[in-house]
């Protein structure tokens, strides 16, 4: 078995680790949600200068999965 102190510095050392994945999600997290809310400004942009375009698309993407599913 192990000595009571040799379980603090395990204990320790767990803690620390946490911590410091605990702060790299946090960081990863901050990154990808910069990155989303810049993509999300791009396509905004896109559709307001390209509405038809983005209905058309969306409205043969929506008859290509209405076939696929039909045939099932």
């Known amino acids: 078995m192990k000595s009571g102190s040799n379980s603090g510095t395990i ?3 767990a803690t620390d680790r946490a ?5 790299r ?7 990808a949600s910069d990155q989303a809310r810049k993509y999300g400004k791009q396509v905004d ?3 307001r200068d390209n509405p038809w375009t983005v209905i058309g698309v969306a409205a043969g993407v929506g008859l290509l ?4 599913m039909s045939r099932r």
Do not use: F, I, S
């Open 25 to 31: 999600g946090v960081e990863v997290y901050n990154q």
């Open 65 to 68: 999965l209405g076939l696929m």
């Open 11 to 13: 204990a320790d050392t």
């Open 45 to 47: 942009g896109y559709v």
């Open 19 to 23: 911590k410091e994945y605990m702060d």
